[in-house]
């Protein structure tokens, strides 16, 4: 009734709904219960959690934010009250490949086998190349992902498909992580089984490894990082430039995936956060 009085006289709507007009301005004029003014309460600082993720986290993820400040709430909860407030998280798809190969290139030993499993930081590298649509034309973007804490450690971005758009985003892992003995695991496409980033593989202590043609697993994680790029940035937001693109994505990738987002797989934490934690334990 209240939320129609502007349409309709409250007694019209009393006589329509069987109630009294007393009783519905006592229901009125009733404070809230403590259980529904924590509730509001409640829902206000999901608001801001959901807000804070640009609107992509689900009540899973929002419930792991909350634990983590120190709000003790049953993740059921989380669901009711955003299922009642219209709040949801977003789905990914899976995202299209770019990569294609040449079959004059000698591709690397698959050193992986399916098995992503790693025991720390800088023994597993997955990387591969997607493009980020814009009003100017295709950006193509190129990325190294640590499957440990699934953070991405080198990224780049380019006009075309060259190989020096992969060795831009090595050279940036390469600098960042210094590893000791990675392996570096991607599909077959050209840019990644050429003499170029053979060699520069070679001169970084870096083995490469390339998985078998036409496995939709092999290169899955990397491609799961796409899938959640495309539906948390690209599906919400349309680009006028190749330079808004690269800003965008660099925001995406540095100020929100790696240092904040949350990832099931690590137990609701972002990929920073895993690593910092992890070192901690082991000092």
């Not at 997607?130 to 992902?145: D, W």
């Not at 780049?156 to 050279?171: E, G």
Request: aromatic share 8%; charged share 25%; with cysteine.
């Amino acid at each position: 009734m209240s939320a129609h009085q502007a349409e309709f006289p409250i007694a019209t709507m009393a006589r329509v709904l069987g109630v009294s007009v007393s009783g519905y301005y006592a229901w009125r004029s009733r404070p809230a219960s403590a259980h529904d003014t924590a509730d509001a309460a409640l829902l206000r600082r999901i608001r801001t959690v959901h807000a804070a993720s640009h609107g992509t986290y689900g009540a899973p993820r929002v419930h792991a934010e909350l634990q983590a400040e120190g709000t003790a709430v049953a993740r059921k909860r989380v669901a009711r009250l955003m299922r009642g407030a219209g709040l949801r998280g977003v789905s990914r798809r899976r995202f299209p490949t770019t990569t294609q190969r040449e079959p004059s290139h000698r591709p690397a030993n698959d050193l992986v086998g399916r098995d992503f499993r790693v025991a720390g930081p800088n023994r597993l590298w997955v990387a591969d190349i997607t493009y980020v649509p814009t009003a100017a034309g295709f950006l193509f973007l190129a990325v190294v992902l640590d499957a440990w804490s699934r953070r991405i450690v080198g990224w780049a971005m380019a006009t075309d498909l060259r190989t020096r758009l992969v060795l831009d985003a090595l050279d940036m892992a390469v600098t960042t992580r210094k590893p000791a003995d990675v392996v570096h695991h991607s599909d077959q496409g050209s840019q990644y089984t050429s003499v170029a980033f053979g060699l520069r593989c070679k001169e970084a202590g870096v083995r490469p490894s390339t998985g078998s043609v036409g496995d939709a697993y092999d290169n899955a994680m990397a491609e799961a990082f796409f899938a959640t790029l495309e539906c948390e940035l690209l599906d919400r937001r349309s680009f006028r430039s190749q330079a808004e693109a690269r800003m965008a994505v660099f925001a995406f990738i540095e100020g929100f995936y790696n240092p904040t987002r949350r990832h099931s797989a690590l137990g609701y934490l972002s990929p920073i956060e895993y690593e910092a934690r992890a070192m901690a334990e082991n000092d």
